[in-house]
Every structure is written in structure tokens, then in C-alpha cells.
């Protein structure tokens, strides 16, 4: 009797996986149908019964059914008696992004340090080009006064080549970056000899962060404020008071 039990359960548990399998395999070919150049990164069980969580190699992440017939797109929540809504695709965004940013060597970051006691930190993929981000810039002693630490990270958003990739190398190669990143953000040119430097690997990081535009602030839990924030608004969201 007991020898059966435990077949029954090798069998179930066998039939398990191989249910697993089938429906992230058929879900991938499903999305092949539509474009075989879309990569699968992962196929995992949503939070809501039925539901396939499917994050794609464009950082998009989208949902489908077991069959891979109907997909949506769009935010997953969940209603809690303690938070009411939660936006459960946004926590597992903010993990990623917390996750990868973590990977980024500190020494190879633009970092104004705060004044004092750090309160927060955030990180901002900028663009010595886009005029919100030299907006911004203008806003750093502010936060650095405010107890806030600001990390800098390169996003030129014309890609591999253009003009700010240049400039941004320019800074990167500096012998003081912050002073650099300063200079280069008021229209002046720098005088430095090329050097290996981070820009395109930081770039991509953006990219795989879900970085669109510039300036775009991550904070140290992850969480994604694209666009120009005054120092007393990025503050705030950061739980700091003025």
C-alpha cells in the first residue's frame, strides 16, 4: 500500500512538471506566431489563478492564459483588507529594477553625496543634452542640503554614437566626474583624452529598466519616476520632509 502511495505521488508530481513545461513551451510558441524575433525571458504563475506572468526580453512583461490564447496587457492587482489595492506588477517591477540597479558598480557612478546624514538616495539616468536634465542638475545642492544623494548614470538618448555619448564619455573619463558632469551640463566642452568608460553599459542597464526618456530617477527601493521632479517634490516622494 505504501509502495503505491508513493508511486502515486511520483506520478502526480512527474505530470506536474511536465504541465509546467508544456504550457511555458506553448505559451513561447504561441508569442513565435506573432514575431519570432520577441524573446521569452520567463513563464511563471500570476498571483491570480489561471494566469500566466510572461516577461519579455524587451523588459515589457504581459499576461496569458495556459493555452497561450488570450493575452492582456497592462497592471495586475490585488484588493487586501489591509492596503486595499495593491499593484502587484509594479512590485515585481520595482524588484527587478532594485535587483539590477544593484549590480551597477558603485565606483562607476556620478555621485553628489548628501550633506550631513544621508536620508535617500536616488539613481537618475541623464543626458547632459536634455534640457530637463540640466534643469534637475540645477536642483542637486538643494537635495544634497536635504540629506538626499544623487547618483548619476549615463542614458544618451540618441544611442551608441551620437553627440552626448560623446560628451558623456567626456565625463566619465574625467579626473573629477562631478565637476565634469557640472561643466558639461552648462554647454562647456571638456578637454580629456578617450578612456574606456561605463556609458554604453549603463545605457543598456536603462534600457533593461524600462528607461525611456531622460531625466529618469529610480530610488533605492526601485521604484521608477521618469520625468523632472523639483527638489521639494522628489523630497516628498521619498518620505522627506523639508
Known sequence: MRNKLLMASALLSISFMASAESTEERIKQQISKIDQRIPVVSVTPAKMAGLYEVELGTGETIFADANGEYFLLGQLYQLTDEKGFVNL????????????????????????????????????????????????????????????????????????GSPAHKKMSDIWCSTNRTEAMTQSKQGKDLDVEACENPVLKQYAVGQKVGVTGTPAIITSEGQLLPGYMPAERLAAALGIKP
Do not use: W
Request: hydrophobic share 35%; charged share 30%.
Open 89 to 160: 506588477s509594479e512590485q515585481k517591477a520595482n524588484g527587478q529594477r532594485q535587483a539590477e540597479m544593484a549590480k551597477v558598480p558603485e565606483k562607476d557612478l556620478v555621485t553628489f553625496k548628501a550633506e550631513g546624514v544621508e536620508k535617500a538616495s536616488v539613481f537618475v539616468f541623464t543626458d547632459v543634452d536634455c534640457p530637463y536634465c540640466r534643469k534637475l542638475h540645477e536642483e542637486v545642492p538643494k537635495l544634497q542640503s536635504m540629506g538626499i544623494s544623487v547618483s548619476y548614470l549615463a542614458f544618451p538618448r540618441q544611442g551608441p
